[in-house]
């Protein structure tokens, strides 16, 4: 297994992000918006992983184009690297182990804390771009639990429309309302939830309204890059 980099914390804090190939708008706070971060990032745009391929062929064929993408940004000097789907949990201790940098393919990489934090995995609330497609061996991979309760996107909305359908224009107020009134039903249907995990990376612009709202702390990709890159000064 690679060691730790020698200059490792002489690097500068700089973010890689390996980017599916998208057209889709990211405002700020999308984990693929340079502007979201009060540091530089580094994208590497994997070419041919649409959304669907990742979410729905689970990136068959692409595990090696994912690994040379993160090598990259590592290469380019990067002291972290994250991605732009959670579904590419799956993938995450292939990619780790061909790295010397910390990594993290999914925020599904804060269940075994929030678990431990707010009490097991049924208070730990998932909202994911695609319910039907999100499963037990995304969770298993990253020590999650089936027992959380997964609320997935509407297929007949303009989340699926712009987003998984890859489109370059879309209403995006209305992206942001479907996902909040997700947020909605998430606590309506299962009111034990006292943590909300947001597994899409194109959600954390309106994590701050989904925790005004439900009155529930909110997690996501963002949040823990962030942290990743406070691991060293």
Not at 30 to 36: E, L
Not at 88 to 116: D, M
Not at 117 to 140: D, E, K, N, P, Y
């Amino acid at each position: 297994m690679p060691g730790i980099p020698s200059d490792f914390l002489q690097r500068p804090r700089m973010l890689g992000i390996v980017m599916l190939d998208t057209v889709f708008p990211r405002p700020v706070g999308d984990i693929g918006n340079p502007a979201t971060f009060p540091f530089p990032v580094r994208l590497r745009k994997v070419s041919r992983a649409s959304p669907q391929k990742v979410i729905f062929e689970r990136a068959s064929g692409m595990v090696d184009d994912f690994v040379s993408a993160a090598q990259a940004l590592q290469a380019d000097g990067c002291k972290a690297i994250v991605t732009s789907c959670g579904f590419l949990a799956l993938h995450q201790q292939t990619i780790a182990a061909a790295l010397e940098i910390p990594f993290a393919s999914s925020s599904l990489c804060w269940l075994p804390t929030l678990y431990h934090a707010f009490g097991g995995a049924r208070h730990v609330g998932i909202l994911t771009a695609s319910g039907a497609s999100l499963g037990a061996a995304h969770l298993a991979a990253l020590g999650g639990s089936m027992e959380s309760p997964i609320v997935g996107m509407p297929v007949a909305s303009e989340f699926a429309r712009v987003i998984v359908g890859n489109q370059p224009e879309g209403d995006m107020d209305r992206v942001h309302a479907e996902m909040v009134a997700a947020a909605d039903q998430l606590v309506a249907t299962q009111p034990q939830v006292r943590a909300i995990l947001l597994e899409c990376t194109n959600m954390p612009p309106v994590a701050g309204l989904i925790a005004q709202r439900t009155g529930r702390p909110v997690f996501d990709l963002v949040g823990l890059a962030r942290q990743m890159m406070g691991l060293a000064p």
